[in-house]
Nanobody, 124 residues
């Protein structure tokens, strides 16, 4: 089992940047595929990005491709999401998630472990 804690959210103006972190504890971090999801008020949770065990393979939602970068540091047990050129439509609670097997994983139902989320608000 793994425990996940997100941080780094906040309020930023459109065009700005934020870096989210997700600290993992418990079982070996490198044994998990990791993902970022987000949920805006009144909307379903949606896929943002995922990264494989080594960090060499990634997938992104079309809406964030070219603006967001997912990365991981297995030695530190931490997942990151660098978000640049932020838009008001990026406003949501951002969650990190972990899954043991299968690649790629782009559905929320495929992930076994979730953090509590961190709020990102982008003002226009």
């Amino acid at each position: 089992q793994v425990q996940l804690v997100e941080s780094g959210g906040g309020l930023v103006q459109a065009g700005g940047s934020l870096r989210l972190s997700c600290a993992a504890s418990g079982r070996t971090f490198s044994s998990y595929i990791m993902g970022w999801f987000r949920q805006a008020p009144g909307k379903e949770r949606e896929f943002v990005a995922t990264i494989n065990w080594s960090g060499r393979s990634t997938y992104y939602a079309d809406s964030v491709k070219g603006r967001f970068t997912i990365s991981r540091d297995n030695a530190k047990g931490t997942l990151y999401l660098q978000m640049n050129s932020l838009k008001p439509e990026d406003t949501a609670v951002y969650y990190c998630a972990a899954d043991h097997s299968g690649w790629p994983r782009r559905q929320a139902t495929e992930y076994d472990y979730w953090g509590q989320g961190t709020q990102v608000t982008v003002s226009s």
